[in-house]
């Protein structure tokens, strides 16, 4: 059974930092690209970050330079660094395994708040 499971979320102030992580079980991991998506409360889920399998990231335009994905295929987790968090990106961070064009598998997600 494969599993999905975000860690490191919680309440940051505007201009902080915080490391999500997302650790997987069930799956040879390290085959597949990971992301990271977000859902702001009454928005649509989006991108955040992909990481394929060797290693090529790809960013949404409004965390370029700021958030950073990287994976440990040793431990099967990947991680995303996020840095100078502001307001807008207070949301919940889903990780997703991407097995193939029209299957995926989910996390349950981690609640990021950014507030003073």
């Known amino acids: 059974q494969v599993q999905l499971v975000e860690s490191g979320g919680g309440l940051v102030q505007p201009g902080g930092s915080l490391r999500l992580s997302c650790a997987a079980s069930?799956?040879?991991?390290?085959?597949?690209?990971m992301g990271w998506y977000r859902q702001a409360p009454g928005k649509q889920r989006e991108l955040v970050a992909t990481i394929t399998s060797g290693g090529s990231t790809n960013y949404a335009d409004s965390v370029k330079g700021l958030f950073t994905i990287s994976r440990d295929n040793a431990n099967d987790t990947v991680y995303l660094q996020m840095n100078n968090l502001e307001a807008e990106d207070t949301a919940i961070y889903y990780c997703?395994?991407?097995?193939?064009?029209?299957?995926?598998?989910w996390g349950k997600g981690t609640l990021v708040t950014v507030s003073s």
């Open positions: 997703r395994l991407t097995l193939s064009v029209v299957r995926a598998y």
């Open positions: 069930g799956i040879i991991f390290s085959i597949y690209t």
